[in-house]
């Protein structure tokens, strides 16, 4: 059964993305023999070098990037990691402080957290009721001894966008590197690491049509990082391990796709959200949208009904596949940090849908998707 399948309508892009017929063609030839090692001088291992190279030059296309800037991770996850315990260390004492966003992933706020239990004095900037920081607050919280500031690029519940362009000019200006978690952004809307004057981003893979267990950190050329990972002298020794030439054609394959639909798709998302939402709110009476309507991703909804769980409105629908906050929280009954940060109450705030939209999905299955939430809700709200 495959995302596409009309036995069930996925809403949950934001969790992860089907990966794209075009990237599962171009990993095959290394599942069926292209195994060479890419350090390897031989035809075998020059060609998996090869595909390596056009992998990585394909994700710096995408993000305006070199690709010499651009190291290949397991994930996200990893190159946050890489990122926030890599420049913290390569500054040691002296630059030992740490800004970032209160509702960042739990990927940048757990090694934000981890350096602060080391040692390292961390700020937790607080953001509005529409989940924005305020780059005021960034600027203000900047010291001597800051070594990088975290803030992502949007999130992964509410889609709201943040202002990086404003945070890292603000931080350029006073010699303080920005990364940004762009998981969420890439492929959905532009990107473009010399437009944002960020000096770090990260990917993810699986959040853009390509596979899990790969992703990339751009890293701008003269900044340093201490290697997360020891060994070998790999990704111009800032990873070491040998590369997978099937992972990085994938993620080289994705990035070239997205590239190509990016238009097309950012404003078929959009439609096929503002349709969903308007369905929504015409039905459904008090219904509160968690987030700003404009200022976040064209293919995240996130509304909430008061009074009612969102995990009892996806239970009594099997057909329907959606999350109730971000997909890596969704067997907690707590309230999402992130809703939590943005002063949303939790009696609205429990009642949390995450409605994420991608290229599995069509205008009939969004006309499906809002009768069946309608008629779910009227059933709950009715015990």
């Not at 926030?84 to 090694?111: F, M, Q, Y």
């Not at 899990?212 to 070998?232: D, W």
């Amino acid at each position: 059964m495959n995302a596409a399948s009309p036995s069930f309508i996925y809403l949950d892009h934001n969790a992860s993305t089907p990966p794209d017929p075009a990237v599962a063609e171009a990993m095959r030839p290394f599942l069926e023999g292209g195994y060479g090692n890419p350090s390897s001088p031989y035809p075998l291992g020059v060609r998996a070098r090869e595909a390596v190279t056009r992998g990585r030059e394909a994700v710096a296309r995408l993000i305006g990037a070199e690709p010499w800037e651009i190291v290949f991770t397991s994930g996200g996850s990893e190159a946050n990691n890489m990122v926030l315990k890599g420049v913290v260390d390569a500054g040691k004492a002296s630059r030992c402080h740490v800004i970032t966003s209160a509702v960042e992933h739990p990927a940048v706020l757990n090694p934000a957290l981890y350096l602060m239990e080391l040692g390292a004095d961390l700020t937790v900037l607080p953001v509005d009721g529409q989940g924005r920081v305020n780059p005021d607050d960034v600027a203000r919280a900047i010291g001597p001894k800051t070594a990088l500031i975290s803030v992502m690029l949007a999130n992964n519940e509410t889609g709201t966008l943040q202002p990086i362009r404003e945070i890292a000019r603000t931080a350029r200006e006073r010699g303080v590197p920005v990364h940004t978690d762009a998981a969420q952004a890439i492929g959905k809307i532009p990107v473009d690491v010399n437009d944002l004057g960020v000096d770090f981003l990260s990917i993810a893979g699986h959040k853009l049509y390509a596979p899990k267990g790969v992703g990339a950190l751009f890293v701008r050329h003269g900044q340093q990082l201490t290697p997360l990972v020891h060994g070998a002298a790999q990704e111009g020794g800032r990873r070491a391990g040998t590369e997978s030439p099937m992972l990085a054609a994938g993620l080289g394959e994705a990035c070239r796709v997205a590239g190509e639909r990016l238009p097309t798709d950012t404003e078929t998302f959009r439609a096929m959200r503002d349709r969903l939402e308007d369905l929504l709110f015409a039905a459904v009476d008090g219904l509160v949208r968690n987030g700003p309507k404009e200022g976040r991703l064209p293919n995240t909804l996130n509304v909430s009904i008061p009074g009612v769980e969102g995990a009892r409105i996806l239970e009594g629908l099997p057909t329907l596949y959606a999350s109730t906050g971000a997909a890596c929280h969704d067997r907690s009954v707590t309230l999402s940090h992130v809703l939590s940060a943005m002063g949303v109450p939790p009696e609205i705030g429990m009642g949390a849908l995450r409605l994420t939209l991608g290229r599995s999905n069509t205008p009939a299955q969004i006309e499906e998707a809002a009768g069946l939430l309608i008629e779910r809700i009227r059933q709950v709200r009715e015990g």
